[in-house]
């Protein structure tokens, strides 16, 4: 599989946002991720549905949406996705999420399971048949600008062996966290397709996003 860009719009001009999803778009992102939260499953609220839906409205890049709310099988309806796009919950927000994962391929768009830093790659053994992507947290989640954790290479790697071992390799691994040119080259030999790119290599000062997005897939 081809290694992919994911934009964190939290970090994106929040005041020009169609103007940044055109520059997005110029700059030849693969996905938007839209980052939700309920400030209970992490402690912090950030962008909402009806964004999501006018997003969904005006680009025909693909959306990437990671769910941070606690019981996200609530919500799967309240957002237009379709076929190319990736709903993404965290294992660690639901009693019962192979019931979560099996709405969202019923809704008809592609599956993420999320794992939070202290979360074993293991989870999501029984799981497989119901994951389109793996979302492998580089941080804990909730905030930008944060520091990648220390086992994020290893975990990348395990990961990664693991879902081969499960015969599993069509499962592309996302990071999100603190993805810097120097994590994201060294993430990408560990395994790691997808990348959710935010203040830490894409929305920079002194470089327009086609620069920095150019920059990134340089290393990939
Ligand atoms: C973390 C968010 C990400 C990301 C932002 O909870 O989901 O969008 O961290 O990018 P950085 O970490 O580079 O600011
Ligand atoms: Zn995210």
Same mark, same amino acid.
């Given at each position: 599989?081809?290694?992919?860009?994911?934009?964190?719009?939290?970090? !994106?001009?929040?005041?020009?946002?169609?103007?940044?999803?055109? $520059?997005?778009?110029?700059?030849?992102?693969?996905?938007? +991720?839209?980052?939700?939260?309920?400030?209970?499953?992490? *402690?912090?609220?950030?962008? =909402?549905?009806?964004?999501?839906?006018?997003?969904?409205?005006?680009?025909?890049? #693909?959306?990437?949406? +990671?769910?941070?709310?606690?019981?996200?099988? &609530?919500?799967?309806?309240?957002?237009?996705?379709?076929?190319?796009?990736?709903?993404?919950? +965290?294992?660690?927000? @639901?009693?019962? /999420?192979?019931? %979560?994962? #099996?709405?969202?391929?019923?809704?008809?768009?592609? %599956?993420?399971?999320?794992?939070?830093?202290? %979360? *074993?790659? @293991?989870?999501?053994?029984?799981? %497989?048949?119901?994951?389109?992507?793996?979302?492998?947290?580089?941080?804990? *989640?909730?905030? !930008?600008?944060?520091?990648?954790? !220390?086992?994020?290479? &290893?975990?990348?790697?395990?990961?990664?062996?693991?879902?081969? $071992?499960?015969?599993?390799? +069509? /499962?592309?691994? $996302?990071?999100?966290?603190?993805? #810097?040119?120097?994590?994201?080259?060294?993430?990408? &030999?560990? =395994? !790691? @397709?997808?990348?959710?790119?935010?203040?830490?290599?894409?929305?920079?000062?002194?470089?327009?996003?086609?620069?920095?997005?150019?920059?990134? &897939?340089?290393?990939?």
């Amino acid at each position: 599989m081809s290694k992919l860009l994911s934009a964190s719009l939290m970090c !994106a001009d929040l005041m020009n946002l169609e103007k940044s999803v055109n $520059e997005l778009k110029n700059a030849g992102i693969d996905y938007l +991720h839209i980052d939700i939260m309920d400030g209970c499953f992490v *402690p912090n609220i950030t962008l =909402g549905f009806d964004l999501v839906n006018s997003i969904k409205s005006i680009t025909d890049i #693909s959306l990437d949406v +990671h769910m941070m709310v606690n019981e996200p099988s &609530r919500f799967i309806d309240r957002m237009n996705l379709d076929k190319n796009d990736y709903l993404c919950v +965290h294992c660690e927000s @639901e009693v019962h /999420i192979q019931r %979560t994962l #099996s709405q969202i391929r019923e809704k008809g768009c592609k %599956t993420g399971m999320a794992i939070n830093p202290q %979360t *074993p790659v @293991e989870s999501m053994k029984y799981l %497989t048949d119901y994951i389109d992507m793996a979302l492998v947290m580089t941080v804990s *989640p909730g905030f !930008a600008g944060q520091k990648i954790f !220390a086992g994020a290479e &290893r975990k990348v790697s395990d990961a990664r062996k693991f879902l081969d $071992e499960c015969g599993c390799s +069509h /499962i592309p691994i $996302e990071v999100d966290g603190n993805i #810097s040119v120097e994590n994201g080259a060294k993430l990408s &030999r560990c =395994g !790691a @397709e997808i990348f959710v790119l935010g203040t830490s290599s894409l929305f920079l000062k002194g470089k327009t996003l086609k620069q920095a997005a150019t920059e990134f &897939r340089e290393v990939l």
